[in-house]
């Protein structure tokens, strides 16, 4: 049998994509097809990003969080979490360390955590942004009001990553408790675009109950909203979640999705992400040979790596943030790409 690959060319040249397309691409077992999808993504990340890989290192800030979504393991109910957060202080010496590594964006990400006031988390962005000028902030802290947003923007926040997790209002609820909104979700991305933040939104792949169909809403969803960067990462376990015994999500579709996703927004940032890391052991390596141009390595502190549990087994939680580095560097020079020392903002030409 010989492969049609005309739709990839389709695709490509006009940078849409139709549900069957999409079903063809996702569902079909065909290795020919899937090495083309491979090959026309990678071409097209290196044509835009060359062989550099950015990197942004992540600092998981807190833990605690008033939201009760089904999938994440420091969901509000997880009484087995033992809950921290880092001070002002201890971010800043985060930062310190990641800089000598070479990172020139450093992410806050954490739960919901109330702590994080809008005075705190400004004082805490402007003082990262006073020692490490030539540095982009990113935030990923949830879902704050318009206001709040603003100021932190005011405060020197560059760029804000927020993922959808599912674009279709129905599969939302069944991912979320009645209290959380799709529609609040979206409105919280389009306010920070509006709000000059570079946006990042994304989802996971297999998550329970997801559809061809779903994925398919998440695509026009991204088309309307445009961010800068698309998050995408299997769907992981958790032991104590109400999803623990949900499967996890397929690492070979999350690839497959991820060069789709670079066929259709050729310039987007799309990271390798840790949970593809963690479902296959070359996952990063090979998400970054279906399309995708950047990394996250983790650069809390050691203390609380294993606190910072979204799913079971969750890589790199042993390894200092100098080891993170330097493995990924060997990694990426593996396969012919290297890390870059560069704030890594999106290309617009
Ligand atoms: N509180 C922030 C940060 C959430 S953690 C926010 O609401 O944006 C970052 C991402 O990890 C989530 O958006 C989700 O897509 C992903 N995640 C959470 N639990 C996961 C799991 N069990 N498997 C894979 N990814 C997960």
Not at 47 to 71: F, K, P, T
Not at 270 to 288: H, Q, S, V
């Amino acid at each position: 049998m010989t492969t049609d690959t005309s739709l990839i060319d389709s695709i490509r040249t006009r940078r849409d994509i139709d549900a069957v397309q999409l079903h063809t691409l996702l569902e079909q077992a065909d290795e020919h097809l899937v090495a083309a999808l491979r090959c026309a993504a990678q071409e097209q990340a290196v044509a835009v990003y060359g062989h550099d890989i950015y990197v942004r290192g992540l600092i998981e800030i807190s833990n605690i969080c008033r939201n009760n979504c089904y999938y994440c393991g420091i969901r509000r109910d997880n009484r087995k979490v033992q809950r921290y957060r880092l001070d002002k202080e201890t971010i800043l010496a985060c930062c310190r360390t990641g800089y000598e590594l070479g990172f020139r964006t450093f992410v806050l990400q954490g739960g919901e955590d109330a702590y994080y006031d809008d005075s705190r988390l400004c004082d805490i962005v402007g003082s990262i942004k006073h020692h490490h000028p030539d540095c982009a902030v990113t935030l990923s802290l949830g879902e704050r009001s318009r206001e709040s947003y603003r100021l932190l923007r005011e405060a020197g926040a560059d760029r804000y990553l927020l993922r959808h997790e599912t674009a279709d209002d129905s599969h939302y609820r069944q991912l979320h408790p009645d209290e959380l909104s799709p529609v609040h979700r979206k409105e919280c991305l389009f306010n920070l675009k509006e709000l000059g933040y570079q946006v990042g939104a994304g989802f996971m792949v297999g998550s329970p109950h997801q559809t061809v169909d779903h994925l398919m809403s998440d695509i026009r969803f991204l088309q309307e909203l445009q961010p800068d960067m698309i998050g995408i990462g299997p769907f992981l376990s958790h032991s104590d979640t109400p999803f623990h015994d949900q499967p996890d999500g397929d690492s070979d579709r999350c690839l497959r999705m991820l060069a789709i996703l670079r066929l259709l927004f050729p310039k987007v940032l799309l990271p390798a992400t840790t949970a593809l890391g963690t479902a296959d052991p070359l996952g990063r390596e090979k998400g970054i040979l279906y399309g995708g141009n950047v990394l996250m390595p983790n650069l809390s502190p050691m203390a609380v790596r294993k606190k910072y549990m979204l799913y079971d087994n969750k890589i790199c939680t042993g390894d200092e943030a100098a080891e993170c580095r330097a493995c990924l560097s060997k990694r990426m020079e593996m396969i012919g790409y290297r890390i870059v020392v560069d704030r890594g903002d999106v290309k617009k030409i």
